[in-house]
């Protein structure tokens, strides 16, 4: 292996202020995703107190909403990726995460429906939730550490193809989980700390401080995880691979 995953983390992190500029985008992104997320919440709300549950218009709110926010955090991903690797931080690139988010979205049901079936035989067996947690979270997780950098393709425009990500991945997973458990730990232990101020308020809820604190966690941790898996795909695909 000619690369360090623990380098890799470490560039994940110093990205964020290499060009403090490129942050602008991600954080009117997210200002706008929290707006909408608002609106939606009040539109909800509205219907609800009107009919007494949520009804169509309620749920298609949500949905919506929903929508909104998983494209605008894939807009950031998609964006902060182009800039790693690309340097193409200014093109736009919403048709890219339009396709990465319904790639991805694909992917996910398509896996959901592959271990539907085992997750329904173990819960008639009456497993253990955590033994029924271990058996398919594993597999899981290894699948998609091995899929995952053909996301990055698409981010970039190149062609998106499983069988690739698949081969460059090749004696790669136990590393890349590994890494990926290093770069959450900062954010496990802020989160930790600040759910201990929350808990000791009189209220028990966040405070604009806590508020703010936890909104540029979030994309500092979108940031972050889009980074990792641009290196992750730059040294991968330099790597010669059977």
């Given at each position: 292996m000619s690369f360090s995953y623990i380098e890799l983390v470490k560039h994940s992190f110093t990205d964020l202020w290499r060009e403090p500029k490129k942050l602008i985008k991600p954080v009117l992104l997210m200002i706008g995703g929290f707006i909408l997320m608002m609106l939606i919440m009040g539109i909800t709300f509205a219907a609800v107190s009107q009919t007494g549950s949520m009804g169509l218009v309620g749920g298609l709110?949500?949905?919506?909403?929903?929508?909104?926010?998983?494209?605008?955090?894939?807009?950031?991903?998609?964006?902060?990726?182009?800039?790693?690797?690309?340097?193409?931080?200014?093109?736009?690139?919403?048709?890219?995460?339009?396709?990465?988010?319904?790639?991805?979205?694909?992917?996910?049901?398509?896996?959901?429906?592959?271990?539907?079936?085992?997750?329904?035989?173990?819960?008639?067996?009456?497993?253990?939730?955590?033994?029924?947690?271990?058996?398919?979270?594993?597999?899981?997780?290894?699948?998609?550490l091995r899929f995952a950098p053909g996301?990055?393709?698409?981010?970039?425009?190149?062609?998106?193809?499983?069988?690739?990500?698949?081969?460059?991945?090749?004696?790669?997973?136990?590393?890349?989980?590994?890494?990926?458990i290093l770069m959450a730990i900062p954010f496990l232990i802020i989160g930790a700390v600040l759910g201990m101020f929350e808990g000791g308020s009189e209220t028990g809820s966040p405070g604009i401080i806590s508020s703010l604190i936890q909104f540029a966690l979030s994309i500092v941790q979108i940031l972050v995880n889009a980074g990792f898996w641009a290196h992750i795909y730059r040294e991968l695909k330099n790597t010669p691979h059977a």
């Open positions: 709110a949500a949905f919506l909403g929903g929508l909104g926010i998983a494209l605008v955090v894939m807009e950031i991903f998609v964006y902060w990726q182009r800039w790693i690797l690309l340097g193409d931080s200014g093109v736009p690139s919403i048709k890219l995460s339009a396709k990465f988010l319904v790639i991805a979205f694909l992917f996910g049901l398509g896996a959901g429906v592959l271990f539907a079936i085992p997750a329904t035989i173990l819960t008639f067996l009456g497993l253990h939730p955590l033994v029924m947690a271990l058996v398919l979270g594993i597999p899981i997780g290894y699948v998609m996301f990055t393709a698409i981010s970039i425009g190149d062609p998106f193809s499983l069988r690739e990500s698949w081969d460059m991945t090749q004696g790669h997973a136990l590393r890349m989980f590994g890494a990926s």
